[in-house]
């Protein structure tokens, strides 16, 4: 039984881990374990959680129709007001 | 402390309140006067208010609390002994007071003086999330409070395989723990039992607090967190194996080291088959239409008001009905194409394609990040420019910046699609699908060459990317996204590129020399040719020197759909139907590349694709650029990405006439 496990996320993602079940497997948390401590550490501000989409939502630049009504929709802040349903979302360690 | 509006007393004088709240919903009296305040907590989604209304029989008085913008509920609760007062706060992960709501809870549970806080708090704990949940508990423990924990979700835990023993989950906690079913209305009874047993009772000391330093955040959370992994860990049995979901199953292949490219690799390559084999035909149909109907009614109109073979209908006809209708061809390419790519995205597959973009671009040595705005360059470079924001290090941003104009964008895809249906009509999607490829290679160069000069020292972030389980993509998602998408086509088609078709036209109307009238010049006389011939020997070692082709180049600086425009206009002027029709304006091209390349066609138009794709996209991009990364870096990037396109281009040319 771990004694610091949020530590221990926090130590998988500076080991590399690249998904929930790989920082799993390096803390040796449950399922359930690793979200409770990402989305801890998510409040805490020691993770970052940003929503992305590959595309983008609509409107806009170009011939990628990246904007909605003037604001920008690229992937830094997809998904758009728009989007809706599964979305990439990448956690990053808040330096 | 906070003063109570009129008509609400705040229940933490561990007594109700007899009058109704002005929120009251007027449904339910509040407990009489002097009644214990109950106070329910737990998480969001916990079952907590389906829990409030099992109990209290629906009836609640809503409303914010004074001075606060937070709603809470509040009931008569009979107990088996007594009425209590049932106050509903806020779903809360924590008492850390991260949300205004949290801040509440926290004010009323903890911080508050002890003898205005409620005289039980019940702690609804999800069965089938008890890390997530107990938190809260391992908070409330740290101070002397009547706690009653209500396991909620517990079918949901056996479906998941998890076994609750909710005795010795008591045994830890060290509070009662009281198992139900609020939807089936059960456990109920026993809840009210408990509480009111509590309620009897003194109140439990705080726990044991491991040795952690209170000024450290990280440490107490950390030792919070560890409580609660051994009350779970002894309280529950799971599976050895946790039971794989259907994306669990999926994700193994299609996120897999070695598979997983392959995978996405396969994917792209049926998207782009899909698109060229359905979308050629469509697009033949589209440009007899207008070659026929719509510049048969615009010669009419014009011959109407006696503007016939004037240089008004010649501008309408040869410029905008021929550069823009040319373009517009390419509508049923971009539905196809944006449709397939909106149902890869909302099955969730996309997501998977991103994790196997980002472990190839960390095994190259990039920063992990940066996949994420050169995967939105694949659409358009400029708000992938624009998404470089995301990288926190100045050195990562420029950098990126710098690779991203050599992703492949939409626009480039459709001057892909005609030469390739053009030169290679069987193998259109395949030709297109290799420049996709070629386009990810490039980057990966690219991008390790900078590392291995300019950026040496640039490093590594954890990143871990989070997925969302598959799902059977919806039409209307999928309709709406491919909508946006094409629209934005359509609005450059209708913008910028109408602009670059007027100021070609023009050039092509002014004659270089005397001896012409404006309008009536012959093409190979006309400003335009002219100006191309200078520019055309730097190409001919590309085996594409002939002045249409690197004056729809130079065009294409503007934006790429542009060489499109530019050749329809170009070979219009001198024959009306190229500029119409897709069939003709083929015919022109295999020309012109065959005459440049003295017979090297092929090698000539692959020369003449990977200097479209890796030359500066547009002058959008430029402008991104330079308000991203600033003009020296922005310089850096055009002068980089001109000699490099140009040095493929020669090796390509030069490497493929020696082999063919």
């Known amino acids: 039984m771990s004694s610091s496990p949020l530590r221990d996320v926090l130590a998988a993602f500076d080991a590399g881990a690249r998904s929930r079940t790989e920082i799993g497997e390096l803390t040796g948390l449950g399922r359930d374990s690793v979200d409770a401590a990402i989305g801890h550490l998510v409040r805490m501000g020691r993770l970052e959680a940003r929503e992305l989409s590959t595309g983008c939502p609509g409107g806009g630049c170009g011939s990628c129709a990246s904007g909605v009504d003037g604001a920008p929709g690229c992937g830094a802040s997809a998904p758009g007001p728009r989007r809706s349903g599964p979305v990439l979302v990448q956690l990053t360690v808040r330096r | ?660």
Request: charged share 15%.
């Open chain 2, 1 to 660: 402390m906070r003063v109570p509006s009129a008509g609400v007393r705040r229940p933490n004088d561990r007594t109700s309140a007899a009058t109704p709240s002005c929120h009251s919903d007027g449904s339910a009296p509040a407990a009489a006067p002097g009644s214990p305040v109950v106070a329910l907590v737990g998480p969001p989604n916990s079952g907590k208010s389906t829990l409030f209304n099992a109990v209290t029989g629906g009836r609640r008085t809503v409303g914010n609390w004074p001075g606060t913008t937070v709603e809470t509920g509040r009931a008569a609760w009979q107990l088996p002994d007594r009425e209590v007062e049932l106050l509903d706060l806020p779903g809360a992960y924590s008492l850390d007071a991260h949300s205004p709501d949290e801040q509440l809870t926290r004010d009323l549970l903890i911080d508050g003086p002890v003898v205005e806080r409620p005289a039980v708090v019940v702690v609804v704990v999800d069965a089938a999330h008890l890390s997530r949940s107990l938190y809260l508990v391992a908070q409330l423990r740290e101070v002397g409070q009547r706690l009653v924990v209500a396991l909620t979700m517990g079918d949901v835990a056996e479906g998941r395989g998890i076994g609750v023993d909710s005795a010795v989950l008591a045994g830890q906690l060290g509070v009662p723990v009281v198992p139900l079913d609020p939807r089936r209305r059960e456990g109920g009874r026993r809840l009210a039992a408990t509480v009111s047993q509590a309620l009897a009772g003194p109140a439990r000391g705080p726990r044991a607090v491991g040795e952690r330093d209170a000024s450290d955040e990280l440490a107490v959370a950390d030792e919070r967190f560890a409580w609660v992994e051994a009350a779970v860990g002894a309280a529950t049995s799971s599976p050895a194996e946790p039971p794989t979901t259907f994306s669990d199953r999926l994700d193994r292949w299609l996120t897999a080291r070695f598979v997983g490219p392959v995978a996405f690799l396969a994917v792209m390559w049926a998207v782009f088959e899909m698109t060229t084999a359905v979308a050629v035909p469509v697009q033949d149909l589209v440009g007899n239409f207008f070659a026929g109907p719509v510049t048969a009614a615009v010669e009419t109109a014009f011959a109407g008001v006696g503007l016939g073979d004037s240089w008004v209908q010649m501008f309408v006809v040869d410029g905008l009905v021929a550069g823009v209708g040319m373009l517009l061809t390419f509508v049923p390419l971009m539905v196809i194409m944006f449709a397939l790519l909106a149902l890869l995205e909302d099955s969730g597959y996309l997501a998977r394609a991103a994790v196997v973009t980002d472990r190839l671009m960390r095994a190259v040595g990039l920063p992990g990040k940066a996949f994420l705005p050169l995967v939105v360059g694949f659409g358009c470079n400029v708000p992938a420019i624009s998404a470089t924001r995301i990288l926190p290090s100045a050195r990562h941003r420029v950098m990126t910046a710098l690779l991203v104009p050599f992703t492949s964008c939409s626009a480039r895809l459709t001057v892909y699609v005609m030469v390739a249906a053009t030169f290679f009509p069987r193998h259109a999607g395949t030709v297109v699908f290799g420049m996709y490829l070629l386009s990810i290679a490039l980057i990966v160069v690219v991008g390790l060459g900078l590392r291995r000069t300019l950026w040496r020292a640039v490093g590594e972030e954890p990143l871990v990317l989070d997925l969302p389980p598959y799902q059977r993509p919806t039409l209307r998602l999928t309709a709406s996204v491919t909508w946006l998408r094409v629209r934005g086509f359509l609005r450059t088609a209708g913008g910028i590129i109408v602009a670059t078709v007027t100021v070609v036209w023009l050039l092509q109307a002014v004659p270089a020399q005397g001896g012409a009238a404006f309008g009536h010049v012959p093409p190979d006389d006309s400003l335009f040719a002219a100006l191309a011939r200078l520019v055309a020997p730097v190409f001919a070692p590309l085996g594409f020197g002939d002045w249409h082709t690197c004056s729809a180049l130079v065009v294409g600086f503007v934006a790429k759909e542009a060489v499109i425009t530019s050749w329809a206009q170009t070979y219009a002027a001198a024959d009306p139907t190229a500029g119409q029709s897709p069939v003709e304006l083929q015919g022109h091209l295999h020309a012109a590349f065959a005459a440049s390349a003295g017979g090297a066609t092929v090698a000539a138009v692959f020369a003449f694709l990977v200097f479209l794709l890796a030359y500066t996209p547009c002058v959008a991009t430029v402008a991104t650029q330079l308000r991203e990364i600033g003009a020296r870096w922005t310089a850096f990037g055009i002068a980089l990405q001109v000699s490099l396109a140009w040095a493929l281009g020669l090796a390509v040319f030069q490497v493929g006439r020696l082999l063919g």
